[in-house]
């Protein structure tokens, strides 16, 4: 029960904090303390604690929202290594202090919040009737950090008359710590704590036994064996002898491949005997050092099964396999294989062999075709270059990637593992850009769509294939797929394909899809984009053209006509063929041109007849025209009319017509001719 005085301190101190914090809550100042009170108590008995100023600690979620905020305090355990004295005299005790700390924020132990500073022990027996006296006085221990037990020695008186047995001891230690640290507060909020530990001595005269040696190989996060070495420091022999050992301490396991028993037989007064236990400690094992406790089951002189009194001592496991994952980078695009290189190195403590390196992408875009990789031999400091083949699928996203690296190697009977993270690039796949897309094409005829082709990268390309795809049925590619030469980034290249447009097409824009097919790594990869081009209205190859074509009725009559080249290319072996109907028939039908090229001229002419009863007035005649285009395609152009005038046939006036008149004449000169031949004859 609390005396009176003391629970008006208590009050005042909890008075005091609570107006502290509402007048910081209300200004806006927050306390700076130097100390704070939480008090602890350890193994069940009253604790006390001592506050220089009047301050209110975080706590809980608010504490936790502080970032870099530290809170814990010591975690004190007392073992004597050896407890058993013998009646008659003096004898020290070692009292091992074994601080395994407590974090409440943050992970691993801050040496700031978890040592108990400026400690001092005290020590007396529990019930003042025990034969046993504690002689020394209070030792000034010091700071006790977590991790190796510190030894504190004690002095005890036993008499003579001091029956056999176990005796408690309180064992009172003061301290001072830091319960909590707020960096971006520069606040510290330190304590004092008063903890009262106890301990068995045990008094006997017969067979003692005392662990005077212990280690381990096992490692954390891996298993081994502990030994422990124990001498019998008794004056009777131990007959058949049985050593058994537990733990204590979270994460740690002995006997953890069989019973925790070793027989040793007989044995002697001031004989020492080593046995191994196997042991586990787990990966998160939190301490540094953890506690072995040994029993030994025998028999005594008399012949009776006795157990000796507990036997303790701080045992450090190896620290945890470390490994260090280094200089992480990829050669990594869409679409592509490549490689994540990189750096192990073995931080120790242990050497390692045997070990691999295994890699786990988190993305299911990028894929490891061997994710394992055989580390060799490294000792603590050395590393290990490595390389593992990556790929990317086309669909993947450029951009950073984080990879899973876990080193797996042998610890005891089990593989241990160590895991870290690394961040890679994946850059864009490979890219083409399609610049000035342009056709010659018109509707009912031939033409080409040409371009130029640039590889934006990030890789050369070779054997690519670009293959165009209208997405119209009235035009069509002649060859739909055209090799492209190697391309380095940066490099381009122009392209032609001749394409068809239906006659029944309509004239307008037009959408061709484009595909760059080219070899990545072991597959074909492809690049698509789109292009919009013009078909044009259908317009006649040739244009046609006389100079006032007149037919007299009943006469014939020569019409030359200009032919012009209208197409852009150069046309050849052009036959021109013309057609008429009643009462105009053509006398010469053909005409024929070698060649024209595009916008050139010709002239070609036919003779035409008028029916002697034809009507004064315009008559067509028909014209079309066959040829070859430059790809050697025989084509028939549209029929193009042309209008033939019929005048009035000529006028003699009634007499005979010239023709007559002429023949007479030639007649008459004939006959005049004849008669002078006769005459001169005769």
């Known amino acids: ?63 936790v929202d502080q970032a870099g905020q530290v809170r814990g305090e010591p975690d004190l355990e007392a073992y004597l290594p050896q407890p058993t004295v013998p009646t008659g005299g003096e004898s020290t005790i070692s009292v091992d202090l074994l601080n395994t700390g407590e974090m409440d924020i943050g992970s691993d132990l801050d040496p700031r919040v978890t040592t108990a500073r400026s400690l001092t022990l005290e020590a007396e027996a529990e019930d003042e009737d025990d034969p046993i006296e504690v002689t020394s006085e209070d030792v000034a221990v010091g700071d006790v950090p977590t991790g190796t037990p510190t030894s504190v020695p004690i ?23 830091t319960r909590t640290i707020v960096p971006n507060q520069s606040t510290n909020y330190d304590s004092s704590r008063s903890e009262e530990l106890d301990v068995t001595v045990v008094v006997d005269d017969g067979a003692r036994f005392a662990i005077v040696d212990a280690d381990t190989d096992a490692q954390v996060g891996g298993t081994g064996e502990v030994n422990a070495t124990l001498r019998n420091v008794g004056d009777e022999t131990a007959r058949d002898a049985v050593v058994t050992g537990s733990a204590s301490g979270s994460g740690v396991t002995v006997g953890a491949n069989g019973p925790p028993d070793v027989f040793v037989g007989d044995w002697e007064p001031g004989e020492n005997r080593t046995v191994a236990f196997d042991s586990s400690v787990a990966p998160d094992f939190a301490g540094e050092t953890y506690v072995l406790r040994s029993n030994v089951e025998y028999r005594d002189g008399d012949g009776a099964e006795t157990t000796s009194p507990s036997s303790r001592v701080g045992v ?28 192990v190195e073995n931080d120790g403590p242990l050497a390692v062999d045997d070990a691999v390196l295994v890699a786990e992408s988190t993305s299911p875009g990028l894929t490891f075709s061997e994710s394992r990789y055989a580390l060799p031999d490294l000792e603590p400091g050395e590393s290990s270059a490595f390389s593992l083949d990556a790929d990317v699928t086309p669909e993947a996203d450029a951009g950073p990637r984080q990879v899973r690296f876990t080193v797996e190697h042998g610890s005891g009977d089990r593989v241990a593992t160590d895991e870290s993270t690394a961040r890679i690039e994946v850059g864009p796949g490979q890219s083409f850009a399609l610049d000035g897309v342009d056709s010659t094409l018109e509707v009912g005829y031939s033409g080409a769509i040409d371009g130029t082709l640039t590889n934006d990268g990030p890789r050369a390309v070779d054997e690519a294939v670009l293959v165009a795809e209208p997405r119209s049925t009235r035009v069509t590619l002649g060859e739909s797929r055209y090799a492209l030469p190697d391309l380095e980034p940066g490099d381009s290249t122009d392209f ?45 190859e040739f244009t046609v053209e006389a100079d006032d074509p007149v037919v007299p009725a009943g006469e014939t009559r020569r019409i030359t006509f200009e032919i012009t080249n209208q197409r852009p290319e150069t046309l050849s072996s052009i036959n021109a063929g013309l057609y008429a109907d009643d009462p105009i028939s053509p006398v010469t039908d053909e005409a024929f041109v070698d060649e024209l090229e595009p916008g050139e001229s010709t002239e070609i002419w036919f003779e035409v007849s008028a029916a002697g009863s034809a009507g004064v007035r315009t008559y067509p005649v028909e014209l079309d025209f ?54 001169g004859r005769t």
């Open 1 to 63: 029960m609390t005396p009176p005085s003391g629970r008006t301190a208590v009050a005042v101190v909890v008075a005091g904090a609570l107006v502290v914090a509402a007048i910081g809550s209300f200004a806006g100042v927050a306390a700076q303390p130097t100390s704070t009170s939480p008090s602890a108590v350890s193994g069940g008995s009253d604790a006390s604690s001592t506050a220089s100023a009047l301050a209110v600690e975080p706590a809980g979620d608010d504490a």
């Open 496 to 540: 032609s394909f001749d394409a068809d447009v239906s006659g029944q097409a309509d004239p307008g824009p037009r959408q061709v899809r484009f595909t760059v097919e080219y070899a990545g790594d072991d597959a074909t990869l492809t690049d698509e984009s789109t292009a919009r081009i013009e078909v044009a209205p259908r317009e006649p």
């Open 316 to 343: 450090t496991p190896t620290p945890e396999q470390r490994f260090a994952v280094d200089g992480v980078d990829g050669s990594l695009d869409v679409g592509h294989s490549g490689d994540v290189t990189g750096t």
């Open 626 to 679: 066959r040829y070859d285009d430059e790809r050697g395609n025989d084509r028939i152009s549209d029929v193009t009319q042309y209008p033939i005038d019929v005048s009035e046939p000529v006028d003699d006036g009634g007499g005979p017509s010239i023709g007559t008149i002429v023949l007479g004449l030639l007649v008459l000169a004939g006959l005049v001719g004849a008669a002078v031949w006769y005459r």
């Open 155 to 177: 002095e005890i008186a036993v008499p003579d008359d001091a029956a056999d047995g176990e005796y408690e001891l309180d064992v009172t230690v003061d301290y001072h710590y």
